[in-house]
């Protein structure tokens, strides 16, 4: 409830800080608009886990459904992005974004059916998250990863 409760209140900040915008000074006070997957990574690796002030967006492509618990109606799903490194080698960058909502669990089921509609996101789908960096967590893998606050999201 508390995650919520942040949430609806970041999302009414940031709402009319964005659309009060007159430049793009004005924008950038909230949202860090050089954030990346690839650069949030860049950041752990480096030691660094100070979550950035602002929001961020971020492009990627859906790898998992990390987590879903239908009584909090809280769904973590996992983004990745890559690059080739040379001509054989692919690096890749991830991140954990939490969503909240009944519409979410709904979007990002934890096994999704066999012919899904357009309402349901599957794994490889293109998305476009708004989001509050929360901090870094340890996947169940090990792997450190920055987990984000999804306040807005949408198939690219």
Not at 26 to 44: F, G, H, M, P, Y
Not at 86 to 97: F, N, P, Q
Request: net charge negative; with cysteine; glycine share 6%.
């Amino acid at each position: 409830m508390k995650k919520r409760v942040a949430a609806a209140l970041a999302l009414a900040l940031l709402l009319p800080l964005a659309a009060s915008a007159q430049s793009l000074k004005d924008l950038e006070k909230v949202v860090d608009l050089q954030a990346t997957i690839k650069s949030l990574s860049e950041k752990v690796e480096a030691g660094d886990y100070d979550a950035p002030p602002k929001f961020v967006i971020l492009n990627g492509t859906l790898d998992s459904v990390f987590a879903t618990d239908e009584e909090s109606e809280t769904v973590i799903i996992e983004l990745a992005t890559g690059e080739w490194i040379g001509l054989e080698d692919v690096k890749s960058y991830h991140c954990l974004v939490q969503l909240q909502g009944k519409e979410y669990l709904q979007a990002f089921p934890a096994s999704p059916p066999r012919n899904p509609g357009p309402e349901v996101f599957v794994r490889s789908a293109r998305l476009l998250v708004v989001a509050a960096p929360m901090g870094v967590v340890e996947s169940v893998d090990g792997r450190l990863l920055w987990l984000l606050e999804g306040v807005y999201l949408r198939r690219l």
